[in-house]
């Protein structure tokens, strides 16, 4: 029978089907950070358990770690914040006492959890991979089954290499056309979530596809996947073809010699059949999508860059209509006002959604050679690894970015949920390349507004949102 | 885990739609190395006026008089009614961990999100859905008496209301028995251990690479 790619790895890692409808399923990476997995250690500690298969795990610290150099010079004793270097500390406790391969805080390979895992081929198509974490769907880009899991779940996969699930509805997602020019993988996820909402995907594994999603690279992919979850669903999908393999030949943690043939020959079939069923299918048209700017507090309150903050009196109905005006009122927006009015505070790229080489790249050629506005406060670029970090200065990036006035820092998830220094203050407007636009996610009554890695660049220059394409 | 059977709750109305786990606990309590501790914290820019550190004793920040949890007339309140796509965002358990620390025992709205619908279960917390009519009605009553409990019963998989209305729900059946018997999702899967290693076997012939 055809099959959806999800169906395909669905049954590759089914354990055992059980009698109440739940299956178990087996998990061949488990990822893990310092915020979401303490308790779990404890819970193992308590019970006198130990790690199933001790090589699944990798783990690497990133919510809270500080991203200035001088912060970062002496190691884990150098974090200030108390607690937040307790919690550092305690997952290098708890990886060697266990024995779990860790990135720890100054190693190159250091960053966030979803650019390690790609970058070190850890992530590889086909397999079933779990973080604490919700973005981890954005390793879904490599045609692998991916999502985000609690706490309680983190315990469960260290313990018995599986989880309890039950299967997913399949939902495709299908861009067609041509991207116009400075329209980017972000602006498309973007765009999906306006149309579907943040609840559109729930109960779904999200397969993107289409030509203007195979002429992606796979940072544009992970882009992509990563905000699958924003939509509601854990799961965020695209077959594996040639860009795929280009990518994972060759990292470190990839197969290689003949295992690499044997996996290669598997890999080339996990896309979904042509005559697959699936349960909801939405189209959009690639060459349509405009830059987007989020104005509210949701992903879902988004528009185009040369739209108007929409009016609640004109909501579809009652509750829309009362989510609008509390979104406006938190981020003191009128009705009706252009987006392109918006004043920045702060610019912030980086999360990871968008702080990959090319997130870089597309943002430094928008800042080359010109000044971020003197009416803003703080402009942070911050890489996801310490890897692209080195590539990023190797290509002089940092030099461009610098010279424009945006301070060049060592990674982390940094703003993007201010767990460390790095946070809005009440009331600030910022562009930024994250994910989530929560009231209060970037620092307490910050006011967020999502956007691509150019646009966020091109906003910083100008202190206010630009349209991107008319700068190229 | 808290095994649940049946429980008479005091309801509390949040009146909103996507309540995301940034709202629930903020990120700056995430910071904690432990379970429990995180009820003062529940709902912390909503509840308080200030800006909330870890760590701190909550017991003489100021209140927002106007948000429903700080009204004399829900405290002690075990049932939460809320609205659709309740616990959207990330999937910190520390949300979870909040609701079950400040008091609550069940939720009640017309949809979870996914990975908070996971996790709830897990820490004892019953999440009951009902239709966009009924909660809407629901919100109604409870804003309207004083008081209002909601009797709900777990193995009937029934809700209550005051007036003897009889409101049925659906339940996974496997979330139902854990949550019945509080069992703890790890023993259960460790039962199929043998299961799981003939699983690895086979498929380290297929895939080599993922066993290396
Ligand atoms: S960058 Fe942001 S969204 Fe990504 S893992 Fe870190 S905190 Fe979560």
Known sequence: MAQTLYDKLWDAHLVKQRDDGTALIYIDRHLLHEVTSPQAFEGLRLAGRKPWRLSANLATPDHNVPTTVKERAQGVSGIEDEISRIQVQTLDDNCEAFGITEFKINDIRQGIVHVVGPEQGATLPGMTLVCGDSHTATHGAFAALAHGVGTSEVEHVLATQCLIQRKMKNLLIQVDGKLQKGVTAKDIVLAVIGEIGTAGGTGYAMEFAGSAISELSMEGRMTICNMAIEAGARVGLVACDQTTLDYVEGRPFAPKGKEWEQAVTWWKTLHSDADAKFDKVVKLDAAKIEPQVSWGTSPEMVGSVNSLVPDPAKAADENQRKSWESALNYMGLQANQAITDIKLDRVFIGSCTNSRIEDLRAAAEVAKGRKVASTLMQALVVPGSGLVKKQAEEEGLDKIFIEAGFEWREPGCSMCLAMNADKLGQGEHCASTSNRNFEGRQGYGGRTHLVSPAMAAAAAIAGHFVDVREWS | ?212
């Open chain 2, 1 to 212: 885990m808290q095994k649940f059977t049946q429980l008479n709750g005091l309801v509390a109305p949040l009146d909103r739609a996507n309540v995301d786990t940034d709202l629930i606990i903020p990120k700056q309590f995430l910071k904690s190395i432990k379970r429990t501790g995180f009820g003062p914290n529940l709902f912390d820019e909503l509840r308080y006026l200030d800006e909330g550190f870890p760590g701190q004793d909550a017991t003489n920040r100021p209140l927002n008089k106007d948000f429903v949890l700080n009204q004399p007339r829900y405290k002690n309140s075990e049932v939460l009614l809320s609205r659709a796509n309740f616990g959207c965002g990330s999937s910190r358990e520390h949300a979870p961990w909040a609701l079950v620390d400040y008091g609550f025992r069940a939720i009640i709205a017309p949809s979870f999100a996914d990975i908070f619908f996971n996790n709830a279960p897990k820490n004892g917390l019953l999440l009951i859905q009902l239709d966009e009519a009924t909660v809407e009605r629901l919100f109604k009553e409870v804003e309207a008496t004083e008081g209002y409990k909601l009797l709900v019963d777990l193995p009937a998989q029934t809700v209550t209301t005051p007036s003897g209305e009889v409101l049925s729900f659906e339940m996974d059946p496997f979330r139902k028995h854990c949550l019945i018997e509080g069992l703890d999702d790890i023993g259960l899967t460790l039962k199929d251990a043998a299961d799981i290693k003939a699983y690895e076997e086979a498929r380290a012939k297929v895939t080599p690479w993922i066993f290396a």
